[in-house]
């Protein structure tokens, strides 16, 4: 079993910017890649950005690319998601998930099993 445990969100102003970290445990020596996802109220749960945690790479979702970078520290089974200049439409509930399977540059959600609780972020307008 894989557990996921998200931190760093909170309540920002427009424009500066945010690391949320998502720490792994358990299982995790077999994981694939893993991935930031977000959902706000009444809609879909969005993906933002992946990692294959090789170290062969990143994938991003086009709307989020080139403000929001995923990085990994595998010594400390941690992912980060830094974003940068924070709109408030990026306000959503920010969630880690994980996949041991193969799906290449994947950011659907059905491609990741393991998932954690989420941690909100709050851009105010």
């Known amino acids: 079993q894989v557990r996921l445990v998200e931190s760093g969100g909170g309540s920002v102003q427009p424009g500066r910017g945010l690391r949320l970290s998502c720490e792994a445990s358990?299982?995790?020596?077999?994981?694939?890649?893993m991935a930031w996802f977000r959902q706000a109220p009444g809609k879909e749960r969005e993906g933002l950005a992946g990692?294959?945690?090789?170290?062969?790479?990143?994938y991003y979702a086009g709307s989020v690319e080139g403000r929001f970078t995923i990085t990994q520290d595998k010594a400390k089974n941690t992912v980060y998601l830094q974003m940068f200049i924070l709109k408030p439409e990026d306000t959503a509930m920010y969630y880690c998930?994980?996949?041991?399977?193969?799906?290449?540059?994947?950011?659907?959600?059905?491609?990741?099993?393991?998932w954690g609780q989420g941690t909100q972020v709050t851009v105010l307008s």
């Open positions: 358990g299982d995790t020596g077999s994981l694939y890649a």
């Open positions: 990692i294959y945690t090789s170290g062969a790479g990143t």
């Open positions: 998930a994980a996949t041991r399977d193969f799906y290449y540059r994947s950011l659907l959600p059905t491609s990741y099993p393991y």
